[in-house]
């Protein structure tokens, strides 16, 4: 199966600050169309998980420009430009190339 | 308001039984693959099976094989899990979700099973 590392575990913010979240994966995450399946996800506290990012890029629906995605093959980020009050909880990265689809251990976004 | 209300969850013996269901509403089903998502309480995130439009095709991660079994009722615009010989390991909140172009895009709201004598 493919293992999603994500760093850091625990990230520190400050309010209107940025934010950055790291997912690699054991393999390339690209694909022969042209495709690479790499989503976020965001939970907050008592919530189910909410999906923020596809295809490693594009922005779910209702999803704040703040929030930003990049990456190529193995390596990804996830980019908040100014964190909120409202984006605190954790982020998981989560790979859909591959069988099984594989979750990184989540990064808890915390003040 | 478009919305998966996953039912069904509860206490189970070690060996036993359960099957969750996942009602949608607000939307069709018939348009998306659907999959079952679990959380160990405080822990990550593990996909466990899918199932395609028709019902036709579906996958389950290793540890459910054999075990769980996947189906859905578009007619009634339902998906659910038959969980067999449960483990102390698969207490968890399972969670329904929406499937396209291998992405959740929607999520319903957990239900939460646990095996234990």
């Known amino acids: 199966d493919v293992v999603m590392t994500q760093s850091p575990l625990s990230l520190p913010v400050t309010l209107g600050q ?10 390339s995450l690209g694909t022969s169309d042209g495709n690479t399946y790499l989503n976020w996800f965001q939970q907050r506290p008592g919530q189910s998980p909410r999906r923020l990012i596809y295809k490693v890029s594009k922005r779910g629906s209702g999803v704040p420009d703040r929030f930003s995605g990049s990456g190529s093959g193995t390596d990804f980020t996830l980019k908040i430009s100014r964190v909120e009050a409202d984006d605190l909880g954790i982020y998981y990265c989560m790979q859909g190339t591959h069988w099984p689809y594989t979750f990184g251990q989540g990064t808890k976004l915390e003040i | 308001e478009v919305v998966l209300v996953a039912s069904g969850g509860g206490l189970a013996q070690p060996g036993g ?5 996942c009602a949608a509403s607000g939307f069709n089903i018939t348009n998306y693959w659907m999959s079952w998502v ?4 405080g822990k990550g995130l593990q996909w466990l099976a899918n199932i395609r439009q ?4 579906k996958y389950y991660v290793g540890s459910v094989r054999g075990r769980f079994t996947i189906s859905r009722d578009n007619a009634r615009n339902s998906m659910y899990l038959e969980m067999n010989s449960l483990r102390a390991e698969d207490t968890s909140i399972y969670y329904c979700v929406t499937e396209a172009g291998r992405t959740f ?8 099973v646990t095996v234990s004598s």
Request: hydrophobic fraction near 25%; charge should be neutral.
């Open chain 2, 38 to 41: 679990r959380q160990d309480p």
């Open chain 2, 54 to 57: 028709d019902g036709r095709e």
């Open chain 2, 105 to 112: 895009d929607l999520w319903g709201q957990g239900t939460m």
């Open chain 2, 17 to 21: 039984s359960l099957r969750l269901s």
């Open chain 1, 18 to 27: 940025p934010a950055s979240i790291s997912c690699r994966s054991s393999q």
